[in-house]
């Protein structure tokens, strides 16, 4: 396979070093990369647990410190293709049931303070362990406040190709390995 010329010049010594050896590593040509890109926009089916309402104790309050109070979780995951729509299986599909249980276990066992980290936690959840593709998650505190209906946060999360590159806050395995090699003052 032709992938075309490297680039002259690099963005880095780093880089420099790195490309001045042999390379063994083989790309995807374009076409799958375009490919894998459509099929990540591909319409999804979405299974959705919508209202779950348990008590659990979080927040960074010390009102807040060993107190049960409600949090109201919605979640919505995605599936390209659910199989289920044809077989009438629920082998074919993520099952809502096994969501909720999932949802009352994390309530009782989680240390999360933040409601940020407990709807990641759910969202990484539903992607590892629940076969998703897509989710999004958001968790609430009803009537925290006298003058507002809820506060809360909202994330979506998908899988990510093998292709894809990195989140920006995403570390990556060249950036770990070098870490500890240069003093943190000046560079």
Same mark, same amino acid.
């Given at each position: 396979?032709?992938?075309?010329?490297?680039?002259?010049?690099?963005?880095?010594?780093?880089?420099?070093?790195?490309?001045?050896?042999?390379?063994?590593?083989?790309?995807?040509?374009?076409?799958?990369?375009?490919?894998?890109?459509?099929?990540?926009?591909?319409?999804?089916?979405?299974?959705?647990?919508?209202?779950?309402?348990?008590?659990?104790?979080?927040?960074?309050?010390?009102?807040?410190?060993?107190?049960?109070?409600?949090?109201?979780?919605? #979640? &919505? !995951?995605?599936? +390209? =293709?659910? $199989?289920?729509?044809?077989?009438?299986?629920? /082998?074919?599909?993520?099952?809502?049931? *096994?969501?909720?249980?999932?949802?009352?276990?994390?309530?009782?066992?989680?240390?999360?303070?933040?409601?940020?980290?407990?709807?990641?936690?759910?969202?990484?959840?539903?992607?590892?362990?629940?076969?998703?593709?897509?989710?999004? #998650? &958001? !968790?609430?505190? +009803? =009537?925290? $406040?006298?003058?507002?209906?809820?506060?809360? /946060?909202?994330?979506?999360?998908?899988? *990510?190709?093998?292709?894809?590159?990195?989140?920006?806050?995403?570390?990556?395995?060249?950036?770990?390995?070098?870490?500890?090699?240069?003093?943190?003052?000046?560079?």
């Amino acid at each position: 396979m032709e992938y075309g010329p490297l680039p002259t010049r690099l963005a880095s010594p780093a880089q420099e070093i790195l490309m001045s050896r042999p390379q063994t590593a083989t790309f995807p040509p374009a076409a799958d990369i375009a490919a894998a890109r459509e099929r990540a926009t591909e319409t999804m089916d979405v299974i959705v647990v919508e209202g779950f309402v348990g008590e659990t104790v979080i927040g960074i309050h010390t009102s807040e410190a060993d107190v049960r109070q409600p949090v109201r979780i919605d #979640v &919505a !995951v995605g599936v +390209p =293709r659910n $199989f289920a729509c044809t077989s009438d299986r629920i /082998v074919d599909t993520i099952d809502y049931g *096994r969501i909720r249980d999932f949802l009352r276990d994390l309530l009782a066992s989680h240390a999360h303070r933040l409601l940020e980290a407990l709807a990641e936690e759910i969202a990484q959840r539903m992607l590892a362990d629940f076969g998703a593709h897509w989710t999004r #998650v &958001a !968790v609430a505190k +009803p =009537r925290k $406040f006298d003058d507002v209906d809820a506060v809360g /946060v909202v994330i979506e999360r998908r899988r *990510r190709a093998a292709h894809e590159p990195q989140d920006a806050g995403e570390r990556s395995v060249l950036a770990r390995l070098g870490a500890g090699m240069f003093p943190h003052g000046d560079r």
